[in-house]
């Protein structure tokens, strides 16, 4: 496999803690050449401190001998207090950092300085905490935070839900549950992977195994759209489930419904189905090696093949059948054509109550009776006498 290395930081946010003292860690999301997806915390004074050090062992590259060899991002010095808005005011800096220093040469993003500061620690997994000081306090970036660094959501409590069955982890990037569990959503991906939290533990979860505490439905889940969005196939799929599609790489289908477990009801021809969401990419979008390795990962389970489900709701969710799909799909299909005939059929009604009068056929002058032989000798010359005597 060769040495480790990052593949992408991606800047989360940041967390307002109250132990051993009050004070703010950054929360990066670090994506390694394996695959695997770490979330690790630290403070902007080490972070500092890894900066300084890096420099010093760049010179050329950090501009110290020639400024204009600089390609080491700059980063400000820390103030003597940090507290809550210089905090926030410093993401975008940071996120704008983490994003040129992975993109460095090999040499610099991928040296032994860099890689053993991002890797995981004790403290990332297990963070000193006190039952008897409140729950950390978590900021987390917005998604066009690029486009303005102090666009930052309020301090925020995340969404908890409760896990309705027993999950098994199946990659040390994943999160195990007992059912039962509550846990903090920090992330929902439309791919059905949930980022999550419980106590000291983070990790991906499947979101087919949470359920929100105020009640079965998903508000957030959008209706049905029959009309369909063109998608294309990234990823060959073969049917487990009676209720799912079979479907090849490069197949172009319309997705009717999008389902936040990340299995999305789609329309092939005038056959309609379950299919993983991950192995989906809308069209004309361009792939990306991100979605590329994503897409090496399994397929969420769904919602309707967990056994032992136990909820603490009294009614269950809504489900819309297969054949509710299929019927409102064909009805839909058979409308858009009955509309699409009309409009042809007055298309071709108005055309010919139109047409020029010049394409029309003209009418033929009509052949006069020919004349009696006692016409002819009283009228005509003597020469037309002979003709016809």
């Not at 998604?143 to 660094?149: A, C, F, I, R, T």
């Not at 399994?298 to 309707?304: E, K, L, M, Q, T």
């Not at 007055?346 to 055309?351: G, S």
């Amino acid at each position: 496999m060769g040495d480790a290395f990052i593949r992408h930081i991606e800047l989360l946010g940041y967390e307002k803690r109250f132990f051993p003292s009050q004070h703010y860690v950054y929360m990066f999301l670090v994506k390694w050449n394996d695959l695997s997806e770490k979330v690790v915390y630290r403070r902007f004074t080490e972070i500092y401190e890894f900066h300084k050090a890096l420099k010093e062992m760049f010179p050329i590259e950090s501009g110290d001998i020639n400024i204009e060899n600089r390609i080491i991002p700059h980063l400000p010095a820390p103030k003597w207090f940090d507290g809550q808005r210089s905090t926030e005011n410093r993401q975008g800096t940071l996120a704008e950092y983490c994003y040129t220093l992975v993109n460095l040469p090999h040499k610099i993003s991928r040296c032994l300085h860099v890689v053993n500061f991002f890797k995981v620690r004790h403290d990332d997994m297990n963070p000193v905490t006190d039952s008897q000081i409140k729950k950390p306090e978590v900021f987390l970036l917005t998604k066009d935070s690029k486009k303005n660094p102090t666009d930052i959501t309020g301090p925020i409590v995340l969404q908890t839900y409760r896990a309705i069955a027993d999950y098994e982890k199946g990659s040390t990037s994943e999160m195990a549950l007992k059912a039962g569990d509550m846990v903090d959503v920090v992330e929902k991906s439309e791919n059905g992977w949930w980022f999550c939290q419980l106590k000291n533990k983070r990790g991906w979860v499947p979101a087919a195994y949470l359920e929100p505490l105020d009640g079965p439905d998903e508000s957030e889940e959008q209706e049905p759209n029959y009309a369909g969005e063109a998608y294309v196939v990234q990823k060959s799929y073969t049917a487990v489930e009676e209720d799912e599609l079979t479907l090849k790489e490069g197949d172009t289908i319309e997705v009717i419904h999008k389902l936040l477990d990340g299995w999305w009801v789609i329309r092939k021809d005038e056959i309609t189905g379950y299919y993983p969401s991950m192995y989906l990419q809308k069209a004309g979008e361009v792939n990306t090696s991100a979605k590329s390795e994503l897409r090496n990962r399994g397929a969420p389970p769904r919602r309707s093949t967990i056994r032992n489900v136990r909820s603490i709701h009294k009614q269950g969710r809504k489900q819309i059948s297969q054949e509710t799909y299929r019927r409102n799909s064909k009805k839909y299909i058979q409308n858009q054509r009955k509309m699409w005939g009309n409009s042809q059929n007055k298309a071709n009604v108005i055309i010919e109550k139109n047409e020029p009068e010049d394409n029309k056929p003209k009418a033929q002058p009509a052949v006069p009776p020919r004349p009696s032989k006692d016409l002819i000798l009283n009228r005509c010359t003597e020469s037309t006498w002979r003709k016809i005597l």
